[in-house]
């Protein structure tokens, strides 16, 4: 009985120690893929920082294009009103030059006319 014994507890103990290494093996691969996992986790976080980054980048450039063609809208109202008033200056003295001349013409023909 001693030897059914020790065979029984050797076999009881290989059992075990199949037991044991499988459960090791599937630890170590638990590990592997959790190690995977944050490896996979670290490069989305990554992605997003790059993302976020670009687009606080492209906020600050449309920002920077708004002001752009507000300034542009300005100078455009601005440069119209100057050329409306330069227009208006350009016709009154157009028309006291044009008086002047004709008053000119005037006096060359009575100035001619009286000798």
């Known amino acids: 009985m001693s030897t059914d014994e020790t065979q029984y507890k050797r076999a009881v103990g290989m059992k075990m120690d199949k037991k044991t290494k499988l459960q090791i093996r599937r630890q170590k691969k638990q590990?592997?893929?959790?190690?995977?996992?944050q490896i996979m986790f670290g490069e989305c976080n990554q992605v997003q920082?790059?993302?976020?980054?670009?687009?606080?980048?492209?906020?600050?450039?449309?920002c920077e294009t708004q002001q752009i063609r507000a300034t542009i809208q300005l100078l455009t109202e601005t440069c119209t009103h100057e050329t409306e008033k330069a227009q208006v200056m350009h016709d009154r003295l157009m028309a006291v030059v044009d008086q002047y001349h004709e008053r000119l013409a005037r006096l060359a023909e009575n100035g001619t006319g009286m000798e």
């Not at 590990?31 to 996992?37: G, N, S």
């Not at 976020?52 to 450039?61: A, F, T, V």
């Open 31 to 37: 590990e592997v893929k959790d190690q995977q996992v």
């Open 49 to 62: 920082e790059k993302r976020e980054d670009i687009l606080k980048h492209m906020k600050q450039i449309d």
